[in-house]
């Protein structure tokens, strides 16, 4: 059905196309010059008054469809039917209609449900016509309208660079509403988990076990939503990478930037990007494979107890993704220092690493504290590597030799699978999410603020 | 400046040729060169980890890409496999039967179960869809290398033994501790240690000798050499009929019950072979049987086992067997996803980005469309799957683990990149382009439309393909999504549920079956794959089309 | 380092009469050649920047290098103290002698060197650092002054020298960037003066500043000759009337003509020198 409404309306766009510019070389009197637009103007100023307002009616419909014809459906239910449901099982009532009315029967539905799907069938396809009906008549009516305002003088081309204009407009608005789309959604789930735990035990507690199966009416009474350890193991792991990789990626960058010819540095360069560029899950499998099992080893071999997924291997896999951020970053920064304090300092009969340690870091060091901050920012949030490579339980320790948890872990995992939205467990997902969100925010803007401000000074 | 004192400082010139300066530039200098060496240390750490890297995953990884497979034949000679109706034959029976004439001497249930479990228990689907599409074989009989079951596959590529150490390092301790003690001998070919067994009489009474608790008298009195072990790690030193060593030596000496005795008991079979100085060794747990491998072993000397490339792991979709597990479905799941991504994001981002370079007042609202293009680049990729769980899914109620919402969910992540990279290419094209078609008489539409996008495009397109190669490894906001759903089948359209490369490469990662690893890491150098195409495509571009003003 | 029998030959050779620089008041007649220049040519990859050049430069003394942009002069001053080692694929072929030692020779080490023969840069470039680590960061590294009160002493006089000290004694420990362009220019050239070179190299050390700061540096020059070689490049051909006893004249990377300031702009012997100063070329 939704694929004939579209082609229906393609159909009417073609259609207007040719019309509008049929009509304007009807107008022109066979003089094409008299025309203010050129004809193809007003077949395509046409089309988008057929197709836009269409296909945008069809697109809200089709997104307020299903939630509305749900309403409608709960509301048919008898009150008996729904009496003391709790929301989840309602939901699970209208599934069970909603696959009963695909044909999927199971067990002996009882005669109400026979109806409300039958019901169902029929809204959907009397929306679905409704819908059809809508679209064409405004396509039509977007015809008609602006196939009467085409004459010679009429400003076709105006008309479609002011459409073209809104489309424009309505693009770049997209970051806007993303942003806006995460920070409610975040908000939302994350006031509904705060009206079921408190803030106080969320963000001091000690004891996080949200796996902990809550029976019903007893919500809070069960799991434990303490999320300092979790908070704590991110940060351990974060430091592990950064101790990986600042060291790394400075001194490379270093090396890169001072000391190498540019052959050299045109064959490593690419060769670090490379690490940027690996999929965040294949490292997470590097972890496990490879690095986990060799610290193992080695930890039994200095008669150490390392755990199999001890956050010292998660982090400093992380810490190899990292360093070509902390090298990239240095290195712009480096280079940034004008080469006039290169040559003061030589000048001066300063070596290349006097120079380096003593003139060109202390001037790059905002630039390399912005790229350091973004890559912290970027280690809080990695989540692959951690979800294979960290740990489930969440442990309040600093021992890196120990497992620990992140947040991103337990976003995953209380969320992998089926979920439902109205238990503590899946919602305190949603308030780790919105710490995230906000944590990497900060660092986000703090770290460009640096940046800016660095670049600003050389410039 | 003339009344200030000017006198050469020369308590504080340097003395050049002194010992102490050359010292002084000895050691500056040697700071350089450490400086130097930590750098190029640094450089060789970052680059011998990603060999480490690949390396690793290509030793795992090559062997997925054969199969090991035998050349079964079957007659199709079934009554149940009809020229009409090819496809309900009861392949189970036939395939079983055809392989398990391999061993005629075989009997008895568990045995020829276990011949059965040497063939991929999919290999009846696969003698079914070629006999589907060759109808006319059927009644005679065909040929046909079927795989085999994931341990054996193993096996033959030599990733996992036949046989494993019996003893682990800790038991080997606790049994040399007993030799240390020199209370293991060996008599008649059989290791005995002696125990003081104290025969309690409240385990063995006087009057029924038979039914005594010897096993515990055993027990107890092995306990005195490891008072500190749990009785599970050295109770197993002793044999089954160590017991029965005391109950002979009590009902030979009825005397002896409330005494403690001196007694030699027998050890268990693997002690047994370690005492006589060799490595004890048992089939691997993997395995049913050490019958099994006889066999394994017998296919293989008879050259019916091959090892050819695996297609099947490009042209299956996901399979709870290893051996059957393969990345269709993940693939054209991917494909999918990123089609939707590559749809949404592309006009998107270029109007966007066309929008903001080249028409937008510099204003409060563009300011802060420019700041939250930035910040939504580095917002985690968990939080956007966040974002698509609780709207696309919970708002729109659109389905789980559709490449529609994942493709959705991805271009929202995609879209920063384009702009950004579309406004550089916009920014390229010089000034004096725009300002010659505006002289001509164009609209400033038609300028951007006519001459400045058609210039911009290979920096355009380079930032696409870069921009959907980072999306084809996220995986975070897929798993979110529900995209890692177990999927046997590879989607349809972008409405039905499927998996993508990187969730799928997650899933097998976390699978206990020893192929999977394997095959996970044949499955990630199948992504790489993909993302050094992509990107040698963007690199090609960028080289071959953008030019320099 | 006293001058060696063997160089009077030079002296003589050069074509500065005794007489020229007499004129000036308070300048010595004889001038001992503190650094030689013999047939140098300096080499940017493939392209040839220099072409023999020799040049004497006296003690104690100020050397303009004039000549149209490109002329090679800043490729000649930056040969000096070897600050084209730093420049991928500069190669200098004949010989530069500072006190009969040749600064090329695979033993000298260019970071004593230009310990030796500091610099002065076109634009000021002082180090994002106080003005006082500015200035402490040259003896510091040359391991000068052992203890703070020294590195003070050195500072101070430096300052002083510099002819800033009263503008900045209160401020020593703001950033030397915050200071006005022709204070910056002066701390960079009291930072040169702390580590004690015996020649000062000023690569258009005014070219960035107004009119009053540049009276000031020149002021400055004019006082720091009697303890310093200097070599100053220069586009101003007034400048170099102004404050130099000796001037070379560069053009398309040659030497054209060279000799007491005077006698070059009055009365030079090369018809291409002439069309500069006169202002037709340049």
Known sequence: ?459 | MSDTAIKPTQGHRIEWGSEQQLKNVKRRYAADRRLQLFGLGAISLAVLLLGILVFSLVQTGYKSFVQTKVLVEIPLDHPSIKRDEPGKGSYRVIVRNAFRSNFPEVSGRRDLRNVDRILSSQARFIVRDYVVANPELVGQTIKIALPLSDPFDQLHKKVIPSQIAALSQREKQLFKSLQDRNVVSIENDVTVVQIDAFIDPEKVAAQDLDAGDYEGVVKEGLRSYFLNYQPSSYEPILADNAADAVKNFVQQNPGVVGQTVQVKVPVSEHYDVLNKGSEPFVTNPRFDSAKQIEQYKALNEKNLISTPFNWELFFNSDSRFPEQAGLAGAIVGSFYTLLVCFLISFPVGISAAVYLEEFAPKNRYTDLIEVNINNLAAVPSVVFGLLGLAVFLGFFGMPRSAPLVGGMVLSLMTLPTIIIATRAALKAVPPSVREAALGVGASRHQVVIHHVLPLAMPGILTGTIIGLAQALGETAPLLLIGMNAFITAAPGGILEPATALPTQIFSWADSPERGFVSRTSAAILVLLGFLVIMNAIAIFMRQRFERSW | MEPQVGMDQEIEKSTVPATGVSEKPGETAALNPKMKAKKVSVYYGEKQALFDVDLNIYEKSVTALIGPSGCGKSTFIRALNRMNDVIEGCRVTGKILLDDMDVYDPKVDPVQLRAHVGMVFQKPNPFPKSIFDNIAYGPKIHGMGSNKTDLEEIVETSLKRAGLFDEVKDRLKEPGTGLSGGQQQRLCIARAIAVSPDVILMDEPCSALDPIATARIEELIDELKQNYTIVIVTHSMQQAARVSQKTAFFHLGYLVEEGDTDMIFTSPNDERTESYITGRIG
């Not at chain 1, 073609?14 to 637009?37: C, E």
């Not at chain 1, 990292?322 to 300063?350: H, K, Q, T, W």
Request: proline residues 4%; aromatic residues 8%; glycine residues 8%.
């Open chain 1, 1 to 459: 059905m939704i694929s004939i409404v579209f082609s229906v309306l393609l159909i009417l766009v073609v259609l207007g196309y040719f019309f509008g510019r049929q009509r304007a070389l009807s107008s022109s009197g066979g003089t094409i010059g008299s025309l203010h637009s050129r004809p193809p103007y007003h077949g395509m100023y046409v089309a988008s008054w057929v197709g836009i307002p269409s296909i945008l009616l069809v697109l809200v419909w089709l997104t307020l469809q299903g939630p509305i014809i749900d309403m409608i459906l709960v509301k048919s239910l008898s009150a008996t039917k729904l009496q003391g449901l709790s929301q989840s099982q309602i939901d699970i009532i209208i599934s069970q209609i909603k696959s009963l009315a695909a044909g999927n029967v199971f067990g002996e539905p009882d005669a109400e449900a026979r109806e409300a799907a039958e019901n169902y069938l029929r809204w959907q396809s009397i929306a679905q016509w409704a819908m059809f009906a809508a679209a064409v008549a405004i396509a039509l009516a977007g015809m008609a309208l602006t196939s009467g305002r085409i004459s010679q003088l009429f400003r076709a081309r105006h008309g479609v660079e002011n459409v073209l204009n809104l489309v424009m407009i309505a693009c770049s608005m997209i970051a806007i509403l993303t942003t806006l789309g995460i920070i409610l959604s975040l908000l939302i789930e994350a006031m509904r988990f705060f009206d079921r735990v408190s803030i106080t035990e969320f963000f001091f507690g000690l004891n996080w076990e949200p796996q902990i199966p809550i029976r019903e009416g007893q919500v809070t009474a069960g799991g434990a939503f303490g999320a300092i350890p979790v908070f704590t193991g991110t940060l351990l792991i974060a430091a592990l990478a950064l101790l990986v990789a600042v060291p790394t990626g400075l001194l490379s960058a270093i090396y890169l930037t001072e000391y190498a010819n540019p052959r050299f540095r045109s064959i490593i360069k690419p060769i670090l990007e490379i690490l940027a560029g690996i999929p965040t899950v294949v490292y997470g499998f590097f972890a496990v494979l490879t690095v986990a099992p060799a610290m193992r080893d080695f930890g039994a071999y200095l008669g150490m107890d390392i755990a199999p997924n001890s956050a010292i291997a998660a982090g400093a896999v992380m810490g190899i993704m990292i360093i070509p951020f902390i090298s990239s970053f240095s290195d712009d920064a480096i280079n940034a220092v004008p080469n006039s304090m290169r040559e003061g300092s030589y000048g001066l009969g300063a070596t290349k690493g006097e120079t380096i340690t003593k003139v060109l870091l202390p001037a790059a060091l905002p630039g390399i504290m912005g790229g350091i901050l973004l890559a912290t920012s970027r280690a809080i949030g990695e989540t692959m590597i951690v979800v294979m490579a960290a740990g489930l339980i969440a442990n309040l320790t600093a021992n890196p030799f120990e497992a620990v948890t992140t947040v991103t872990v337990q976003i995953v995992t209380l969320l992998i699978g089926d979920t439902a939205f109205d238990n503590p467990k899946t919602l305190a997902a949603f308030a780790l999410g919105l710490v995230l969100f906000v944590v990497t925010l900060c660092l986000n803007v703090l770290a460009l603020r640096i940046v800016q401000k660095y670049r600003e000074k050389y410039e």
